[in-house]
Protein backbone atom coordinates (compact mmCIF):
# COMPACT_ATOMS: atom_id res chain seq x y z
CA UNK A 1 0.00 0.00 0.00
CA UNK A 2 1.20 3.20 -1.08
CA UNK A 3 1.59 5.90 1.44
CA UNK A 4 -1.14 8.60 2.62
CA UNK A 5 -1.40 11.89 1.66
CA UNK A 6 -3.60 14.62 2.27
CA UNK A 7 -4.02 17.79 -0.45
CA UNK A 8 -5.43 21.07 0.49
CA UNK A 9 -7.53 22.72 -2.49
CA UNK A 10 -6.65 26.43 -1.16
CA UNK A 11 -2.89 26.10 -1.20
CA UNK A 12 -3.13 23.13 -3.88
CA UNK A 13 0.13 21.38 -1.65
CA UNK A 14 0.87 18.25 -1.12
CA UNK A 15 1.49 17.65 3.08
CA UNK A 16 2.96 14.44 4.50
CA UNK A 17 1.38 12.95 7.33
CA UNK A 18 3.68 13.86 10.69
CA UNK A 19 4.15 13.15 14.61
CA UNK A 20 1.65 15.52 15.35
CA UNK A 21 -1.35 13.97 13.27
CA UNK A 22 -3.83 11.59 14.52
CA UNK A 23 -7.17 9.62 13.19
CA UNK A 24 -10.08 10.34 15.57
CA UNK A 25 -12.30 7.07 14.71
CA UNK A 26 -16.07 8.30 15.81
CA UNK A 27 -18.57 5.67 17.11
CA UNK A 28 -18.41 2.92 14.72
CA UNK A 29 -20.25 0.54 16.79
CA UNK A 30 -22.84 -2.28 16.36
CA UNK A 31 -26.05 -0.15 17.16
CA UNK A 32 -24.79 2.65 14.72
CA UNK A 33 -24.69 0.07 11.89
CA UNK A 34 -27.25 -2.44 9.89
CA UNK A 35 -29.35 -4.32 12.68
CA UNK A 36 -28.21 -2.38 15.06
CA UNK A 37 -30.79 0.00 17.39
CA UNK A 38 -29.55 2.94 15.90
CA UNK A 39 -28.50 2.33 12.27
CA UNK A 40 -26.93 5.02 10.46
CA UNK A 41 -27.57 3.91 6.22
CA UNK A 42 -24.67 2.02 5.48
CA UNK A 43 -22.77 2.63 8.76
CA UNK A 44 -20.48 -0.32 8.08
CA UNK A 45 -19.42 0.47 5.01
CA UNK A 46 -16.62 2.82 6.83
CA UNK A 47 -15.26 -0.08 8.67
CA UNK A 48 -12.37 -1.00 5.93
CA UNK A 49 -12.25 2.32 5.24
CA UNK A 50 -11.33 3.64 8.65
CA UNK A 51 -9.43 0.38 8.62
CA UNK A 52 -7.11 1.47 5.85
CA UNK A 53 -6.63 4.98 7.04
CA UNK A 54 -5.81 3.79 10.59
CA UNK A 55 -2.96 1.23 8.90
CA UNK A 56 -1.14 4.16 7.85
CA UNK A 57 -1.76 6.40 10.90
CA UNK A 58 1.02 6.38 13.94
CA UNK A 59 -1.80 7.54 15.91
CA UNK A 60 -5.39 6.70 16.66
CA UNK A 61 -7.77 7.29 19.49
CA UNK A 62 -11.41 5.73 18.96
CA UNK A 63 -15.18 7.55 20.61
CA UNK A 64 -17.51 5.15 21.89
CA UNK A 65 -21.16 6.27 23.01
CA UNK A 66 -21.42 4.74 26.40
CA UNK A 67 -24.90 5.17 27.62
CA UNK A 68 -26.89 4.13 30.67
CA UNK A 69 -30.09 2.85 31.00
CA UNK A 70 -32.67 5.77 30.92
CA UNK A 71 -30.71 8.24 29.51
CA UNK A 72 -31.44 11.50 29.46
CA UNK A 73 -31.46 11.22 25.10
CA UNK A 74 -33.83 8.29 25.12
CA UNK A 75 -37.34 8.63 24.14
CA UNK A 76 -38.34 6.14 26.24
CA UNK A 77 -37.15 7.78 29.12
CA UNK A 78 -39.65 10.50 28.57
CA UNK A 79 -42.64 8.50 26.91
CA UNK A 80 -41.90 9.72 23.98
CA UNK A 81 -41.50 8.84 19.98
CA UNK A 82 -38.04 8.33 18.64
CA UNK A 83 -36.70 11.43 16.78
CA UNK A 84 -38.92 14.09 18.68
CA UNK A 85 -37.59 16.59 19.99
CA UNK A 86 -37.73 18.31 23.98
CA UNK A 87 -35.97 20.84 25.85
CA UNK A 88 -33.79 19.85 28.67
CA UNK A 89 -31.75 21.77 30.99
CA UNK A 90 -28.57 21.98 28.57
CA UNK A 91 -31.03 22.97 25.16
CA UNK A 92 -32.72 21.17 22.67
CA UNK A 93 -32.24 17.20 22.41
CA UNK A 94 -33.08 15.06 19.82
CA UNK A 95 -35.02 11.84 21.39
CA UNK A 96 -33.09 9.06 20.10
CA UNK A 97 -34.02 4.73 20.68
CA UNK A 98 -32.30 3.56 23.06
CA UNK A 99 -28.69 2.57 21.93
CA UNK A 100 -25.34 2.02 23.00
CA UNK A 101 -25.99 0.89 26.29
CA UNK A 102 -22.81 0.48 28.03
CA UNK A 103 -22.09 -3.33 28.62
CA UNK A 104 -24.29 -4.39 25.73
CA UNK A 105 -23.47 -5.76 22.30
CA UNK A 106 -24.70 -2.36 20.98
CA UNK A 107 -21.89 -0.80 22.22
CA UNK A 108 -19.48 -2.60 21.06
CA UNK A 109 -17.13 -1.42 18.15
CA UNK A 110 -18.24 -3.50 14.86
CA UNK A 111 -16.39 -6.76 15.25
CA UNK A 112 -14.42 -6.28 11.57
CA UNK A 113 -12.79 -2.73 13.31
CA UNK A 114 -9.11 -3.50 13.00
CA UNK A 115 -6.67 -0.87 14.73
CA UNK A 116 -5.30 -3.01 17.36
CA UNK A 117 -2.63 0.38 17.48
CA UNK A 118 -4.96 2.44 18.65
CA UNK A 119 -3.87 4.17 21.65
CA UNK A 120 -7.21 5.53 23.61
CA UNK A 121 -10.96 5.10 23.35
CA UNK A 122 -12.84 8.23 24.71
CA UNK A 123 -16.35 7.39 26.01
CA UNK A 124 -19.22 9.61 26.00
CA UNK A 125 -22.71 10.05 27.16
CA UNK A 126 -21.97 8.01 30.19
CA UNK A 127 -23.74 10.73 32.57
CA UNK A 128 -27.13 10.12 32.31
CA UNK A 129 -28.27 13.79 32.60
CA UNK A 130 -26.30 14.97 29.65
CA UNK A 131 -26.02 13.60 26.09
CA UNK A 132 -22.84 13.66 24.58
CA UNK A 133 -22.34 13.87 20.69
CA UNK A 134 -18.59 15.28 20.44
CA UNK A 135 -15.78 13.53 21.65
CA UNK A 136 -14.40 16.51 23.47
CA UNK A 137 -16.97 18.61 25.08
CA UNK A 138 -20.23 17.20 26.27
CA UNK A 139 -23.89 18.63 25.18
CA UNK A 140 -23.51 21.08 28.36
CA UNK A 141 -20.61 22.51 26.26
CA UNK A 142 -18.85 23.04 29.14
CA UNK A 143 -18.27 19.49 30.70
CA UNK A 144 -14.89 18.40 28.60
CA UNK A 145 -13.93 14.79 27.93
CA UNK A 146 -10.69 14.84 28.86
CA UNK A 147 -9.71 14.43 25.18
CA UNK A 148 -8.62 17.77 23.77
CA UNK A 149 -5.88 17.62 26.87
CA UNK A 150 -4.83 14.10 25.57
CA UNK A 151 -3.96 16.00 22.24
CA UNK A 152 -2.75 18.71 24.11
CA UNK A 153 0.16 16.88 25.91
CA UNK A 154 0.77 14.11 22.94
CA UNK A 155 1.51 17.25 20.60
CA UNK A 156 -1.61 16.30 18.24
CA UNK A 157 -1.75 19.29 16.06
CA UNK A 158 -3.58 17.92 13.16
CA UNK A 159 -6.71 15.15 13.05
CA UNK A 160 -8.47 12.91 10.35
CA UNK A 161 -11.62 12.23 11.35
CA UNK A 162 -14.51 9.71 10.24
CA UNK A 163 -16.87 7.65 11.28
CA UNK A 164 -20.39 7.94 12.55
CA UNK A 165 -22.47 9.71 11.97
CA UNK A 166 -21.24 12.40 9.95
CA UNK A 167 -24.06 15.05 10.77
CA UNK A 168 -23.98 14.62 14.28
CA UNK A 169 -20.78 12.96 16.37
CA UNK A 170 -18.21 13.49 13.47
CA UNK A 171 -19.41 17.03 13.05
CA UNK A 172 -19.85 18.19 16.94
CA UNK A 173 -16.47 16.73 17.25
CA UNK A 174 -14.52 18.32 14.34
CA UNK A 175 -16.49 21.39 15.32
CA UNK A 176 -15.00 21.40 19.06
CA UNK A 177 -11.63 20.72 17.61
CA UNK A 178 -11.52 23.50 15.61
CA UNK A 179 -12.56 25.78 18.19
CA UNK A 180 -9.52 24.63 20.52
CA UNK A 181 -7.13 25.57 17.42
CA UNK A 182 -6.72 22.20 15.93
CA UNK A 183 -6.28 21.60 12.20
CA UNK A 184 -9.33 18.92 11.27
CA UNK A 185 -9.15 17.11 8.05
CA UNK A 186 -12.82 15.72 7.81
CA UNK A 187 -12.92 12.37 5.49
CA UNK A 188 -15.58 12.50 4.16
CA UNK A 189 -16.34 9.25 2.40
CA UNK A 190 -15.35 7.22 5.50
CA UNK A 191 -18.58 8.49 6.92
CA UNK A 192 -22.24 7.73 7.02
CA UNK A 193 -24.98 10.58 7.95
CA UNK A 194 -28.38 10.45 9.60
CA UNK A 195 -29.54 13.15 7.27
CA UNK A 196 -32.50 14.04 9.59
CA UNK A 197 -34.56 17.01 8.13
CA UNK A 198 -31.44 17.89 6.02
CA UNK A 199 -29.03 17.58 9.18
CA UNK A 200 -25.88 16.53 6.51
CA UNK A 201 -25.98 19.42 4.42
CA UNK A 202 -26.47 21.79 7.58
CA UNK A 203 -23.06 19.92 9.09
CA UNK A 204 -21.15 20.13 6.62
CA UNK A 205 -22.12 23.69 5.54
CA UNK A 206 -20.89 24.28 9.60
CA UNK A 207 -17.88 22.75 8.90
CA UNK A 208 -16.92 24.19 6.15
CA UNK A 209 -17.19 27.68 7.98
CA UNK A 210 -15.71 26.64 10.75
CA UNK A 211 -12.24 25.48 8.43
CA UNK A 212 -12.51 21.98 8.36
CA UNK A 213 -10.88 20.47 5.47
CA UNK A 214 -12.87 18.28 3.62
CA UNK A 215 -11.11 15.48 1.69
CA UNK A 216 -11.26 11.76 0.70
CA UNK A 217 -10.01 8.45 0.27
CA UNK A 218 -8.77 8.81 -3.01
CA UNK A 219 -7.29 12.50 -1.65
CA UNK A 220 -5.35 10.12 0.89
CA UNK A 221 -4.12 7.37 -1.30
CA UNK A 222 -1.63 7.68 -3.95
Same mark, same amino acid.
Given at each position: ??????????????????????????????????????????????????? #???????????????????????????????????????????????? $??????????? #? *?????????????????????????????? %???????????? %??? #?????????? *?? $??????? *?? %?? #????????? *??? %???????????????????????????????
Amino acid at each position: MKGLRIEFDDISAMTTLLPSDALLVIDVQNDFCTGGALAVPGGEEVVPLVN #RIAAGMANVVLTQDWHPRGHISFASTHGRMAFETMEVPYGLQVLWPDH $CIGGTTGADFH #R *DLDMPHAQAIIRKGYRSDIDSYSGLVEADR %RTPTGLAGYFEE %RGI #RRIFVAGLAL *DF $CVAWTAL *DA %RA #RGLEVVLVE *DAC %RAIDLHGSRAAALSDMDAAGVVRSSMGDLFA
